[in-house]
């Protein structure tokens, strides 16, 4: 038996397999002050005996909620001198050129804690000033006497020659033990001064709360009677051990999302586009080749969340996807304008949606997704939390209709329809900025909005069908146990792909694997692949592509798939210049685990459950609408619009003009 457990906004997600397939799925809502608590209670009421558990594997938002909300520890940064303020000048860029009243984050490091260390190597690794010990190791007292409790040591040119970095966290190590160090050395050992800076300071700033809550999860593991530690899901979609996650929680910024992908391309075709709605955001990530898409360019805390450069970058691997914050959650209003808006604030889980009647008061798309119909008050959650249908109405009538001059239904309506629209934008802008048509993708949906949003976006996208998985509301936590044992790794060594030494490239690529292959041993995993890459760009260009590294000839092999790879993005080539490479990573990996992702409690039978009146607008209003349990639909079953299909962690709605059919694997594929 294994377990996957994703924490969200909302809800913390459960599921567990064995070798015949999901055995059991759950979901709760998320305790925000103590997160491992809904981890324990939900596993208390997943499971009766936990005894046959042999692994869990475990994805939180505990590390984008610190960041945002900047509850992490006080944290002082050792720079170069001369560049301390490298934090706050940032790229010197305006992601809005015309907003005169642009907001960038605020620093994790304020400037008075930001220090001017007496040292400088240079770009070749040569040392030009040498590191005044004397100077760190005062200072490593003084932090210490003034109570801050993390250090984040970034020198300039660090990821050629790290031997300052490691000398000033050895005597800070020294001086003031109980610190917490971080060298940007170890977190992300590449070019781009800000961005570094920027990664090693967010690492360090979490790293104590994440170990807290790590190290209290394990414990409330073992007192169920699992004996074995938990693996952490990464941003990237491999697994960590829990020593790992808790020395690089950077890495796990983004692993609940991760998930989720990994479950679609598992089930899914090579090329689809996975689509998760919870109850806070709502996540697109393109599968191409079977694999989700991987970027090192991610920004936490965005003030403006489709805008780049408004956020805090983050340089470490994390599955490439677009967040927007439309949620089951997420709050509906009518702007200084008079025109509807919704999200990107959530009710959350506390108080939640006004239905919820935990002392919400604020319209949100569960409320009129509730109104449609589309929701059966009864069941929701299998019929654990009833929703208050009077509550929803009201809310609605008095915050949107009433202002709007509209009814209920088409207040309700005008949020379902805009929530849509708003994914179905992102979807394509995500799309068509990595080369591909979403009008040629089928969309797999999930989350516990998902399947009621799925046909309404994949419409507005032009997309040919819709597939919701099995135990489609907790699929991100299925998608955990898909996942090996894996660690990224990666090297800065700019050069002209012609002017490369080879036997140096080879020196790197070993030396990352033997440390990849070095840490996954501790974890037990001997069967290790190492998986290459290089980071490309014409020169004079300012940022470089991913590029595979295969056995053959160099250069010449290295710059085909170069080629290769730039056309298949921008559907030419570029310029007649030299082409040059910033950065080569591995990705040391251990075997993929067999897992079926299929139900086995389902009983096939009378499925048909009754009719709801449910709201479409091609039907001029409400219509009687027929319901399914989805557990008792056979393979091959075909449902015509419209219909509603419902299991206990989500809703699948058909509207008319499309059908749903079983398949074999018994998802449930709505043609559009």
Not at 650 to 655: G, K
Request: glycine share 10%.
């Amino acid at each position: 038996m294994r377990i996957g457990v994703d924490i969200g906004g909302t809800f913390t997600d459960l599921c567990a397999v064995d070798e015949t397939g999901i055995v059991a799925v759950g979901k709760v809502l998320t305790t925000h002050d103590e997160p491992a608590r809904a981890v324990e209670e939900g596993l208390a009421a997943l499971l009766p005996d936990l005894g046959a558990v042999e692994q869990v594997v475990h994805g939180t938002t505990l590390v984008t909620n610190a960041l945002i909300e900047r509850t992490g520890s006080r944290t002082a940064l050792l720079a170069t001198a001369g560049f301390r303020d490298v934090l706050e000048m940032r790229r010197e860029h305006r992601y809005e050129l015309y907003d005169l009243g642009i907001e960038l984050p605020t620093p994790l490091v304020p400037r008075h804690l930001r220090f001017d260390v007496p040292e400088r190597i240079l770009a070749d690794g040569s040392v030009h000033t040498g590191l005044d010990e004397e100077y760190v190791r005062k200072l490593g007292r003084e932090l210490a006497a003034r109570g801050i409790e993390a250090v984040a040591v970034c020198f300039l040119h660090s990821f050629t020659n790290p031997a300052h970095e490691r000398r000033a966290g050895e005597i800070l190590a020294e001086v003031a033990p109980a610190l917490r160090v971080a060298l940007s050395s170890e977190v992300v050992p590449e070019i781009r001064e800000f961005e570094r800076t920027s990664t090693t300071v967010a690492n360090v700033y979490v790293q104590d709360l994440t170990e807290r809550y790590l190290r209290d999860l394990e414990q409330r593991l073992h007192r169920r009677g699992i004996p074995r530690a938990p693996h952490i899901m990464l941003s990237s979609g491999g697994l960590a051990t829990v020593d790992t996650a808790a020395r690089f929680p950077i890495r796990i910024l983004e692993s609940g999302p991760a998930g989720g992908a990994l479950a679609a391309a598992e089930l899914g075709p090579p090329d689809l586009l996975a689509f998760d709605m919870g109850g806070t955001t709502a996540k697109l990530c393109l599968i191409a080749g079977g694999e989700p898409l991987v970027t090192h360019e991610f920004e936490a805390d965005r003030k403006y969340r489709l805008l780049p450069g408004s956020g805090l970058p983050v340089r470490v691997p994390v599955t490439d996807m677009i967040e927007i914050g439309v949620g089951g959650g997420s709050i509906a209003r009518i702007d200084a304008l008079g025109l509807l808006t919704v999200g990107p604030d959530s009710a959350g889980s506390e108080p939640g949606p006004v239905c919820y009647g935990r002392g919400g008061t604020e319209p949100t798309v569960t409320d009129a997704d509730l109104v449609l119909g589309y929701l059966d008050p009864g069941y929701f959650l299998g019929g654990s939390m009833r929703l208050d249908a009077d509550a929803a109405r009201a809310v609605l009538s008095e915050r949107i209709a009433a202002p709007l001059g509209v009814s209920v239904e088409e207040a309700a309506w005008g949020i379902h329809a805009s929530v849509n629209e708003d994914m179905a934008n992102a979807a394509r802008v995500h799309a068509v900025e990595r080369g591909h048509d979403p009008a040629k993708l089928p969309m797999y949906t999930f989350g516990g909005a998902g399947p009621v949003h799925g046909v309404g976006v994949a419409r507005a996208l032009g997309a040919p069908s819709v597939v919701a998985p099995p135990a489609a509301g907790v699929l991100s936590a299925a998608g955990f146990l898909t996942a090996p044992l894996a660690f990224d790794f990666v090297r800065s060594a700019r050069a002209a792909v012609h002017d490369l030494a080879w036997a140096q490239v080879d020196a790197l690529f070993a030396e990352m694997e033997a440390e990849g292959a070095a840490l996954l041993a501790k974890s037990g995993v001997d069967d290790v692949t190492h998986h290459r890459v290089a980071e490309m760009r014409y020169a004079g260009q300012g940022y470089e592509i991913r590029v595979p590294v295969h056995d053959g000839p160099w250069p010449e092999t290295l710059i085909g798939e170069f080629t290769r790879t730039y056309r298949a993005l921008y559907r030419r080539t570029g310029p007649e210049v030299g082409v040059e490479v910033l950065n080569w990573r591995v990705v040391s990996s251990g075997p993929k685990p067999a897992v079926i992702l299929r139900l086995t409690s389902a009983s096939f039978g009378e499925a048909r459950k009754g009719t709801r009146r449910a709201w479409f607008p091609s039907t001029g209003g409400f219509v009687d609408t027929a319901v399914f349990d989805r557990y008792r639909l056979a393979s091959g079953t075909r449902v015509d619009g419209p219909a509603i299909v419902e299991e206990r962690e989500s809703t699948v709605v058909v509207p008319p003009g499309a059908h749903c059919v079983v398949r074999d694997d018994g998802a449930l594929e709505v043609t559009v």
